[in-house]
């Protein structure tokens, strides 16, 4: 058994009242995948199955997860407008969430269960809602990494349209490329560089905690969990598995503190802490396996289980949480994607690698001062900036009577932006 068996906190909420108990429900309700999946009831017949049915995942060479909501609408709509009425998700934006959808796909030489990280082919991620194209797509292939994204359509899913002034101008390589939707690339060195000087810090975890960690959830799931198999429908067979959702937690968090001081850096962190854990309804919850063919095929969590008196989800609500494991089709490199600039040590939109893989944000991994250092950053700034000058002055300024003093402003621009004058274009 993994650490992946671990539980970890997952998930958010559409109601920041609820968030708490949400986050940790659901946290409870996925530990019931992993413990499962990682065989530690072998001595139930219907977790054997879901044991098995994982295990024919591991066998494949490829495979793609999907994680996403299955929700009404008119739910989302009302639950975003309780706290403040001006909040309230638009008809367009709810119908847009109720099918979100974010999914992985990774193809490898080897056995999933096998493969190392040198043995990745591919890897993909994507955002979309329902069967619609994709609001972002991301692509790993032979150190590349492509990215293609509809910001237009990202930002009205979510009721932010993006501002019509935010965009570049016409003609900035991929950073207007971005914005209209089209491909982008970069080299995955700087981000693959980082993240092997950080491995080479992490601790590894000793064969004893692995085995105490074993010992200690299949004592839980063996204490708390029930599996019952709910026979066939459609070709997929359902099995459910219930437990006390506070006790549950409690435990898990419990067996996982007590090894703390011998886990990797990190490890804890996302994990519900004993404050969260009041917040969590104290029944049962359950959630749905689905096996198709011997393999399992998915899993739903529904929220309303979570239906408490004031919170304002009602038990008729439909308002589920899905994984979903399916064949992926070919990851294939796009046949056209512009070179991104590069920024603070080689790596992709002056996004600082290190930081990013160190947990923090957007805002503190962008270095905005790492393009003064991309030439090709440089060159379309100023021939922008002359293109500008051309609208104003006529295409044939330069031999006219204001040239110089016209060519002594892109100058001092250019060494307001970027300390010194970028050559021409």
């Known amino acids: 058994m993994s650490l992946l068996c671990v539980p970890r906190r997952q998930g958010k909420t559409i109601n920041a009242a609820r968030r708490t108990t949400l986050v940790v429900a659901t946290s409870a309700a996925l530990a019931l995948t992993g413990i499962a999946a990682c065989g530690t009831v072998e001595d139930l017949s219907a977790a054997q199955k879901i044991q098995k049915a994982a295990d024919k995942l591991g066998e494949q060479n490829a495979l793609k997860v999907e994680f996403g909501l299955d929700a009404d609408p008119r739910v989302l709509q009302r639950l975003t407008a309780e706290d403040d009425p001006a909040d309230k998700m638009s008809a367009t934006a709810a119908k847009n969430v109720s099918k979100l959808r ?17 043995d990745m082919k591919s890897v993909a991620v994507t955002l979309g809602s329902g069967k619609g194209a994709e609001l972002l797509d991301l692509r790993m292939i032979d150190k590349t990494l492509y990215l293609r994204a509809d910001l237009d359509q990202l930002g009205k899913t979510f009721d ?8 570049p101008p016409a003609g900035m390589g991929a950073i207007s490329d971005l914005f209209e939707g089209k491909w982008v690339k970069t080299g995955t060195e700087a981000l693959k560089g980082a993240a092997g000087e950080k491995d080479k810090s992490d601790e590894e975890l000793d064969p004893k905690t692995v085995d105490k960690l074993k010992t ?17 429908k459609d070709g997929t067979r359902h099995i459910l598995a ?19 001081d011998k886990l990797p850096a990190g490890t804890l962190r996302g994990m519900p802490s004993d404050k969260d854990l009041k917040d969590v309804p104290n029944k049962k919850i359950g959630v749905d396996f689905g096996i198709e063919d011997g393999r399992l095929s998915g899993l739903t969590f529904d929220t309303t289980q979570l239906a408490e008196p004031g919170d304002g989800i009602k038990k008729t609500d439909k308002l589920d949480v899905v994984l979903r494991f399916t064949d992926p089709g070919k990851v294939v490199a796009p046949s056209h994607a512009t070179e991104m600039p590069k920024g603070k040590n080689g790596a992709p939109f002056g996004l600082d690698p290190e930081a990013l ?5 957007m805002g503190e991994a962008f270095d905005e001062d790492s393009f003064k250092n991309d030439p090709a950053f440089r060159q379309e700034f100023e021939k922008q900036l002359r293109k500008e ?10 031999n ?16 307001l932006q970027f300390g010194d004058s970028a050559a021409k274009s």
């Open 357 to 361: 893989l160190n947990g923090s944000d």
């Open 102 to 118: 974010v999914a992985v796909t990774v193809q490898a030489t080897k056995p999933l269960a096998e493969a190392e990280q040198d």
């Open 216 to 232: 200690d959830l299949s004592s839980i799931v063996t204490r708390r969990v029930t599996f019952t198999d709910k026979g066939e």
């Open 389 to 398: 000058m051309d609208k104003q002055f006529g295409a044939d300024w330069e």
């Open 160 to 167: 932010s349209p993006l501002p019509a002034d935010s965009k």
């Open 400 to 415: 006219g009577p204001m040239g110089d003093e016209i060519e002594k402003q892109i100058q001092a621009q250019l060494k």
């Open 242 to 260: 219930k437990a006390p959702a506070r006790a549950l937690l409690s435990d898990l968090l419990g067996a996982v503190q007590d090894v703390s």
